[in-house]
């Protein structure tokens, strides 16, 4: 059974649809806890109603982003996770927390990367008049929203677009394509060769 403990900062959409496939679909692992950098954030209620620890480590309460990463990986750890599920967590990670977590860390960024990384990323590709426009499940390291490539899924540019039309259409996406990749990963069926994430065929009951 893995560990999985999943990472918000606030709506926590990303979350819920990870819980409850994991729950539907009888996933062998168990969401150990649910973790905010922000004590307003709403995903926590979810999380708790679904009886799943909750825990908050506020930023700004801390005197260096080092101090921050440092308490939150505590946290994180009590829960003896397989697994890290960034999910809307917003805030740039330290490389020394990154490397605690290399291989067992993912993240979900609304774009089709390595197009249009950090914030606004709806706007970023409407100015820059693309046709498709998606999101991208990926390995966490160092470099702000890059790394190994898991899983991607488009969606079309319509005329008209605006930046909240747009995210609708991508975050239907997200809550397909998260779960699924999260799934991968708890099956073991993931790997990673020289920067290129492999998916194994799903292993065929005996
Ligand atoms: C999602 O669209 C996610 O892709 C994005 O924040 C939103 C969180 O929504 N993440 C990033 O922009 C990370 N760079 P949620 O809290 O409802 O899952």
Redesign the pocket.
Known sequence: MKNIVIL????????QAIVRAAKAEGWPCRIAAVISNRADAE?LAFAAQQGIATEVVVSKDFPSREAFDAQLQATIDRFAPDLVVL????RILTPGFVEHYAGRML????SLLPSFPG?A?HRQALAAGVKVHG?TVHFVTAEL?HGPIVAQATVPVLPGDTEDTL?GR??VE?HVLYPKAVRWYVEGRLSIDNGVVHIADAAQPA
Request: hydrophobic share 45%; aromatic share 4%.
């Open positions: 918000i900062s606030g709506r926590g959409s990303n979350m995903g999910a809307g967590f917003m993240n979900i960024h609304p914030l990323t999101v929203d995210a991508v975050l997200e």
